[in-house]
């Protein structure tokens, strides 16, 4: 099991976490959630990287959403690599406007700008419990539906729990957008988050880390979801 280096470009735009993921010694890294910064967020992120020694060799997306997606592209371009998305959600890569509400596209004003999506060059779908070596990590990847279609969360190295909007430090992600589902984010909590076990550090799309044996013990949608009363 490789030790791990882990580092954090929080996004101007809704403080998404762009996650940085790298075995310790290495010079390669993940890139997890490229979202909105002024307006693109790659070249924070090779600045950062090239801090640490670093190079990105693929990008993974924990799921379709513009404030986790939006400088995917260019970050794939400039650094000619891959992107990792759940296939149910790939089509969202060039037309994210189908997750978006009026609310939320008025929250984006590039949106109003001229500026077009499309994906990637190289563009690796996902799905459920697909195991991986990226950047000489080991990846898990699970479907983890709710939040979105393909929403997708990754254990790496089996000690840490990329959580995406699934699961934040004591909540969870909004089923409420275009493309949620309460119910199914309901059965992603009870099955496939809550049985993991305590020790994975969570590494969540906006906020604070936290761990699983905090959110078994303190989450009150988690608890909710393994009772049957989330919705």
């Known amino acids: 099991m490789s030790e791990i280096l882990v580092d954090v470009v929080v996004a101007k735009a809704f403080a998404t976490n762009c996650w940085i993921l790298a075995a310790q010694g290495s010079d390669e890294a993940v ?8 307006p ?7 600045e950062r990287c090239s801090t640490l020694g670093l190079h990105p060799v693929a990008a993974f997306l924990t799921h379709g959403h513009l404030d986790h ?16 998305i759940h296939s149910a959600d790939r089509a969202l890569l060039a037309h994210p406007e189908r997750a978006l509400s009026k609310n939320t596209s008025a929250m984006i004003p590039m949106l109003g700008s001229g500026i077009t999506f499309v994906e990637p060059d190289e563009v690796v779908e996902l799905s459920d419990s697909v195991a991986l070596n990226v950047a000489g990590l080991a990846f898990r990847f699970l479907h983890t539906p ?45 099955e ?37 009363r989330l919705g």
Not at 31 to 36: A, C, E, H, L, M
């Open 40 to 46: 693109y967020l790659h070249e924070a992120i090779g």
């Open 146 to 190: 709710g939040h979105t279609p393909g929403s997708t969360v990754a254990i790496v190295e089996g000690e840490l729990l990329i959580s995406g909007d699934v699961l934040f430090a004591g909540s969870i992600g909004r089923t409420d957008l275009p493309l949620g589902s309460l119910s199914d984010m309901e059965r992603t909590l009870r």
């Open 31 to 38: 890139i997890v959630d490229p979202g909105i910064g002024d």
């Open 192 to 228: 496939k988050i809550y049985p993991l076990p305590d020790h994975l550090t969570i590494l969540p799309g906006h906020g604070r880390r936290s761990d699983m044996g905090a959110e078994r013990a303190g989450n009150p949608y988690l608890r909710a979801a393994m009772e049957g």
């Open 69 to 84: 997606t939006f400088s995917v592209a260019p970050l794939c371009s400039s650094a000619n690599i891959p992107a990792m």
